[in-house]
């Protein structure tokens, strides 16, 4: 019984130890590697009586840029660049377009040129997302028009 009650009390000591290192490795993953990674899918969504005009319809999705936060220019051009290689049909931007660092000013990034490159037959659509509604919402729609 002795050597049983060693045994937890050793893992109860090792613990801090081990969450530190599974803390720590969420964090190199969610500041380090996934803001620098793009990601391409694709997916086949069967859909029951769909017009033939949309068989094979391709949509490309390009979110979560949180620019200039967590990604910087060149970064969300490679990932327009995978977008448009693609040859979607339409390319929806489904919000986090900006964001800021804390203590900045509350005033949407320049995004002129941003989305020049971007090609889809059917348009681009974006939406914004609580980043950009929490950063200045009609700043950032501004600049998605012009």
């Not at 530190?20 to 964090?27: Q, V």
């Not at 899918?41 to 069967?46: A, C, G, S, V, Y």
């Amino acid at each position: 019984m002795i050597n049983g009650l060693h045994a937890v009390k050793g893992i109860f000591l090792k613990l801090p130890y081990i969450l530190l290192g599974i803390a720590t490795a969420c964090m190199l993953d969610a500041y380090v590697l996934e803001p620098n990674r793009i990601t391409f899918q694709t997916h086949d969504i069967p859909i029951a009586d769909l017009p033939d005009a949309f068989e094979g319809y391709r949509i490309a999705v390009v979110g979560d840029l949180h620019y200039p936060r967590w990604t910087r220019r060149a970064f969300i051009e490679r990932a327009f660049e995978v977008a448009t290689r693609f040859r979607p049909d339409l390319i929806v931007i489904p919000g986090d377009i900006c964001d800021r660092h804390r203590g900045e000013p509350r005033i949407a990034p320049d995004l002129a040129g941003f989305f020049d490159t971007l090609r889809a037959p059917d348009g681009i659509l974006a939406v914004l997302g609580n980043h950009d509604l929490w950063l200045d919402p009609e700043g950032v729609r501004r600049e998605l028009c012009e």
